[in-house]
T-cell receptor, first 108, second 112 residues
Framework: GIQVEQSPPDLILQEGANSTLRCNFS?????LQWFHQNPWGQLINLFY???GTKQNGRLSATTVATERYSLLYISSSQTTDSGVYFC??????????FGAGTTVTVRA | DAGVTQSPTHLIKTRGQHVTLRCSPI?????VSWYQQVLGQGPQFIFQ???????GRGNFPDRFSARQFPNYSSELNVNALLLGDSALYLC???????????FGPGTRLTVL
């Protein structure tokens, strides 16, 4: 099956800092989503981005499908940004394959 | 609009027992998927149902089964529970299955 690799595995930020999370995938995909998992386990949709660039407030994402990677940018980080960020891809088979996640800790 | 709902929130069972988890999709969504997330890992795909038909199955044993009802809600059943089945079980809905998926809050299952 497809391999989804996220980096870095852990990220510690000072409040106000900017950061970039990366997602590499091993084969062509139909869809790509970024999620934020809160401490209670809920997966919050951040972006549905099979290609191109999208922005939502302090977050933005870029997917370069031809080069099989996606980037999630967090600007001016806040403590509420802490949690695990997942990248998930779908390969024309209706199922999402998730990476192992990046754990982000933002310190005040 | 209500999001995806799941019940129960938490569940404690003992080895060998059977469990049923329930999921109601977002109104208008016809596809429901189930995922298992063990501690420290990303979610793993179990099943997808669309219009009451199974459209995909992950690498899980036959102890795991599911169904979708005419109102598009779904049940996940797990028989002969093992300690390793302890996990967060997530349900996701989408309009047709190959588009954006939205997740419920999950059911946390503990097997003792």
């Amino acid at each position: 099956g497809i391999q989804v690799e996220q980096s870095p595995p852990d990220l510690i930020l000072q409040e106000g800092a900017n950061s970039t999370l990366r997602c590499n995938f091993s084969d062509s995909v139909n869809n790509l989503q970024w999620f934020h998992q809160n401490p209670w386990g809920q997966l919050i949709n951040l972006f549905y981005i099979p290609s191109g660039t999208k922005q939502n407030g302090r977050l933005s994402a870029t997917t370069v499908a031809t080069e099989r990677y996606s980037l999630l940018y967090i600007s001016s980080s806040q403590t509420t940004d802490s949690g695990v960020y997942f990248c998930a891809v779908e390969q024309y088979d209706y199922k999402l394959s998730f990476g192992a996640g990046t754990t982000v800790t933002v310190r005040a | 609009d209500a999001g995806v709902t799941q019940s129960p929130t938490h569940l404690i069972k003992t080895r060998g027992q059977h469990v049923t988890l329930r999921c109601s999709p977002i109104s208008g969504h016809k596809s429901v998927s189930w995922y298992q997330q063990v501690l420290g890992q990303g979610p793993q795909f179990i099943f997808q149902y669309y219009e009451k038909e199974e459209r995909g199955r992950g690498n899980f044993p036959d102890r795991f089964s599911a169904r979708q009802f005419p109102n598009y809600s779904s049940e996940l059943n797990v028989n002969a529970l093992l300690l390793g089945d302890s996990a967060l079980y997530l349900c996701a809905s989408s309009e047709a299955g190959g588009d954006e998926q939205f997740f419920g809050p999950g059911t946390r299952l503990t097997v003792l």
